[in-house]
């Protein structure tokens, strides 16, 4: 396996319009981060992911791009850009961005002119089509409710769109979108920048024909995504691109790729073959949700640590020395990882520090979501009115359309919305956690007068000193980026306990995923001299013999296993 700076970095992802707002327009900007660039630095992380700063009317919050070479108002200027990647790179830090391609926004110059007339020159460069009996051309549903296709009276055909409806997908299959993707790449390349990650790339190809999916709901339009996930032409496109691009520069990618398997997964990655360092699965995303509900983004179900431990390991074992992982607990489209996989209540600064140590010491390229660093949690608020997500909205709005109770749809809500992501960093506990000095574009989470940065940074034994020294470790020691994953206990229902092993370097994580007090016991096989404890959440006696020992609520320890 080669060894390669992407590897060996983790990757801080900022969310601009929470991240910090410099002027007080309650957004926030460019200029805000580059004022937190010394809190990024003194954390640790090696590369910043920025979400679209692009043009944009921001249906969807920068995920819909009316101009790919310029900044939108409200994040600032192409020269407030460059000066973020300046400090970042002062600083050591690269920068990624983010690459949306899947589609444009309605406002984007070539749809503005491809909507004008059947025989216009950019009509090409979206998907057209006749509709079928004055209905949609097929059944498919857009992730955002209602139907992926869009009635346009102008030529009376309907176009598609896979997200809201201002977010028309573009056709890959014409070459000249292909060419012009290439050319806006090239260009942020050229400035200087370090990789790409790009938004939904394995959906840019679809299915000749769009033929209609197997109905299974009583809705009108289906969520089913086999003919536009994956799709024929997809490792073509992305060889293309490699060619034509990527393979010029040394740079981090990774494609977010929802329904991918670990054998596409290796089609992507595969040092050789592949045209991407690394893809987000969404495997371990999915096992809290009801695979039979119609949108299953909106349904709950327990998970089971059996079932996360299944999914993690078959992706660290499948893609061992055959690809690249990329390891997330949260991003900004779910909701925080210490509500979801530990306790945000009694537990939260302790699971938040088993669940930090979980994902540094797997193998893959870590991500660290703006807030998780000091246990951000879910938001609940009490009225609808509270929510800015446009899924979110859409789903509610369509739910309440079939009558269902409001209470009940908000409890969903709570647990699953986008908008739990997207509540400001708190910085301090001054109004709206010292985020803006105007009126924020959504409302900070209530919990901020407790948990904010400046506290995280004022006391020693907090979750941000936590990852602050996982990282140091997982930098200073090969073996948490290269080591070899083996799980141990595999059926327990408690414990996730793993080895990492690299040129007879072997470390054994330890972690209980519960509340309750739970006993450790290191399989017979496992031999060793000493055991070494490197990183640990609780206070732990250095004497204590590891063969079996109590785990605490959400305890998570490190050893390095020395002799045999
Ligand atoms: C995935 C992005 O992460 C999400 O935020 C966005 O809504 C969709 N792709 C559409 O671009």
Redo the contacts with the bound molecule.
Sequence with gaps: MHRTWWKESIVYQIYPRSFYDSNGDGIGDLRGIIQKLDYLKDLGIDVVWLCPVYKSPND?NG?DVSDYRDIMDEFGTLADWQDLLDGLHERGIKLIMDL?V??TSDEHPWFVEARKSKGNPYRDYYIWRPGRDGKEPNNWASHFSGSAWQYDETTGEYYMHL?TKK?PDLNWENPKVRAEVYDLMRWWLDKGIDGFRM??INMISKVPGFPDVPVRSSDRYQMDNRYFINGPRLLEFLDEMKREVLSKHDILTVG?TPSVTPQIAIDFTNEETGALSMVFQFQHMDIDADPSAENSRFSIKPWSLLDLKRTMTGWQKDLENAGWNSIYLM???QPRAVSRFGDDREYRTESAKMLATFTLMLQGTPYIYQGEEIGMTNVAFETIEDYRDV?TLNWYREQMNHGADAGDLLKVIHVKS?DNARTPLQWDDSPNAGFTGGTPWIKVNPNYTSINVRNALADPDSVFYFYKKLLQLRKQNPVAVYGTYDLILEGHEKIYAFTRTLEGDRWLVILNFTRDETVFTLPENISYARANLLVANFQVDSAEDIRSFSLRPYEARVYHLIGS
């Design positions: 969807d995920y949306v899947n589609h997200f977010q938004d939904v977010e991003n900004h489209d899924e986008r």
